[in-house]
């Protein structure tokens, strides 16, 4: 399971549409979460409506938040939209036994044993997700509380028994020609985040559909995350076999 989780506190002004890039995330099947860090202004209508945006075309989710808040907010947007993601193939595997039924008009005892497959499934299923930080001049202040709630996710991520990795990237790059750098690559080795804030250089550009874009380029070229893709389709297929168990 593949998702996206932009920070950022305004609107892009480079490049691509971020709403079209998000869109392209989600025909590959990664999701796009999008969490606006604000401190002591407002981010504004123009910026609130493009992340509103960027998360609907990207199948995610999209939040609004103080610095303290958002520890928790990151969390809490991963594991929804993972369980959401499980929800809507155990919903489709439910249809295609049920015809037009769906999980509600399950016998209580076997909605039950649904609800429980769907728990074990979020905990348990290989997760990936790519950090996108805005590191445009107006986020510097903002720095401190986005590298204070990547750690805490970490933590929370290593806690789930499935394989959880992060990735960090930040936008734009060192020169005017870089959309988006990478950071670190993917590792379920929470200690690597530490260093990372100490080497990000604030710009003034805010290129924020390239840098999806950039995120997008990584996914597709990671060969090793093509071959894990493989082997979670082929779980997912078990799993999903073991749905139809549970509901025939």
């Known amino acids: 399971m593949r998702q996206i989780l932009l920070i950022t506190d305004g609107c892009s002004n480079v490049g691509e549409s971020p709403v079209m890039a998000a869109a392209h995330a989600r025909q590959e099947g990664i999701t796009v979460n999008v969490v606006g860090v604000v401190d002591y202004g407002t981010i504004g209508e123009l910026g609130s409506r493009e ?17 303290p ?70 986020m510097k202040p903002k720095l401190g509380a986005v590298e204070e709630a990547i750690r805490d996710l970490a933590l929370s991520l290593e806690a789930r028994e499935g ?18 750098m990478l950071d670190m690559d993917w590792s379920s080795d929470v200690s690597e985040v530490r260093s990372l804030f100490s080497r ?31 082997r979670v389709s082929e779980d997912q297929d078990e799993r999903e076999g073991m749905i139809g168990g549970y509901v025939v």
């Open 51 to 67: 992340i509103a945006d960027i998360a609907k075309a990207g199948g995610g989710l999209s939040r609004i938040v103080g610095t």
């Open 69 to 138: 808040q958002l520890a928790q907010t990151m969390q809490m947007m991963t594991r929804k939209t993972v369980v959401q993601t499980i929800q809507q193939a155990v919903n489709k595997e439910v249809k295609k036994i049920l015809g037009e039924g769906s999980l509600e008009e399950l016998p209580p005892l076997k909605r039950s044993q649904v609800v429980t497959v769907v728990d074990e499934l979020t905990e348990t299923t290989p997760l990936r997700i790519a950090l996108l930080i805005d590191a445009s001049a107006s």
């Open 163 to 180: 394989r959880s990795e992060l990735a960090v990237f930040h936008f734009p790059g060192r020169s005017s020609s870089e959309d988006a």
């Open 200 to 230: 990000l250089k604030m710009r003034g550009a805010t290129p924020t559909g390239p840098a999806i874009f950039k995120v997008l380029e990584h996914y597709r070229y990671d060969k090793l995350d093509e071959h894990r893709d493989r």
